[in-house]
């Protein structure tokens, strides 16, 4: 015997549906494929050692970049994915991988304009073409880093949105 009630089927929100989610993670996916080729020429420029490995907090050095190898993992794995609470997880480590881009292309510019008025040592002036050229690859890992930034802010929004409606509302059937 079927129940005398019915809902709705306007109701039921099917989160990954939506047009908007989908472009957001079309968006992810590609720009996570831009992330990593992006990351290879810095990868590349550290197995040559033109850029330092490690170095003192306050200067850029290649171990910041390593954050991008698994947050690229991330990116491509979470752009197929259909998990509320992996995006969230995904959106924090993205918060983080976007603010240490923003600390590395800060330190870049500090360097560089110490360099330039003088207040570092003269072999500064050494590095400056490769510095010039980290300074255009990590201006485009954080602007990459930005709009993936905001796709997943985007879809964490939706999220947000679709469980504020909590409950079906069932309706007696009239005959």
Known sequence: MA?????SPSTVVYLWGYIDIVRYKFQI???AAGEFLFLWPILIMWA???IPSVVSPWQYCAIYYIVFIPIWLVNIFMSDSRSSVLFVFAFFANTFVFGVCSFVLALIWYDLIQCWIGNLPTSCRDSQPYDFLMLIFTSILWTIALFIWLAYLSI???IRQTNSARTLTLHKVTT
Do not use: A, E
């Open 3 to 7: 129940s005398p009630y019915y809902y």
């Open 48 to 50: 040559f050692g033109l």
């Open 156 to 158: 964490i929004g939706r």
């Open 29 to 31: 996916l590609i720009l």
